[in-house]
Each structure stands twice: as C-alpha cells, then as structure tokens.
C-alpha cells in the first residue's frame, strides 16, 4: 500500500513563501515520476510540477520562476517550494506518484495566500 502525506500547508501573505512536503511510504525510485497538483476553489485540478526518475522538472507556466520541485531519496520525499505568492495560488495542493499503470494521491494540504 503506497502512502503519500503532504505537510507544510497554511495561510501566507502575498510574496511570502511556503514550503510542502510529501513523505512517500517507499523509495520515491519507484515511481516513474512525482508531482505536486492543485485544485482551486471552483476549478479542476491541475499540474503545478513534476520531477522525473532522472531528474528532469517540469513546472505550470503560471508558477515557472516562483516554484521549485526537489526531492531527498534518503528520506523519500518530495518538496514544493514556492516563493513570490499570489492570492491565486490559493489552492489544496496533493503530492502525485505516477507507475506506468498506477497513480497514487496524498490527501492534500491547504495553503490560503492572503492579500
């Protein structure tokens, strides 16, 4: 059974930073891919960012230049830090383990960017 939990969630004010992070119940290597998502309030969840095995990041161009994905395999997680904050990054984030044919989501933590 695969467990993420995210952590690091609450309330920042505008330009402020906020790190998360998701602790994975096993080796973050075996999964193809990590990723962090978001759902806003009224809308769909949607990428923010993804690192692959190999290393290669992928971001949402409304957060390229303001958020940053790592990991630490020694502790099998995987953070999102995000700097320069926007009301409009107002959101329930969930960390995302992606295998070829299994996906797997953490419960989400909030984070309220006031203005």
């Known amino acids: 059974q695969v467990t993420l939990v995210e952590s690091g969630g609450g309330l920042v004010q505008t330009g402020g930073s906020v790190r998360l992070s998701c602790a994975v119940s096993?080796?973050?290597?075996?999964?193809?891919?990590m990723g962090w998502y978001r759902q806003r309030p009224g809308k769909q969840r949607e990428l923010v960012a993804t690192?692959?095995?190999?290393?290669?990041?992928n971001y949402a161009d409304s957060v390229k230049g303001r958020f940053v994905i790592d990991r630490d395999n020694t502790k099998n997680t995987v953070y999102l830090q995000m700097n320069s904050l926007k009301p409009e990054d107002t959101a329930d984030y969930y960390c995302?383990?992606?295998?070829?044919?299994?996906?797997?989501w953490g419960h989400g933590t909030q984070v309220t960017v006031s203005s």
């Open positions: 995302n383990a992606r295998r070829t044919v299994s996906n797997y």
């Open positions: 096993e080796s973050i290597f075996n999964f193809n891919a």
């Open positions: 690192i692959i095995r190999g290393g290669t990041t």
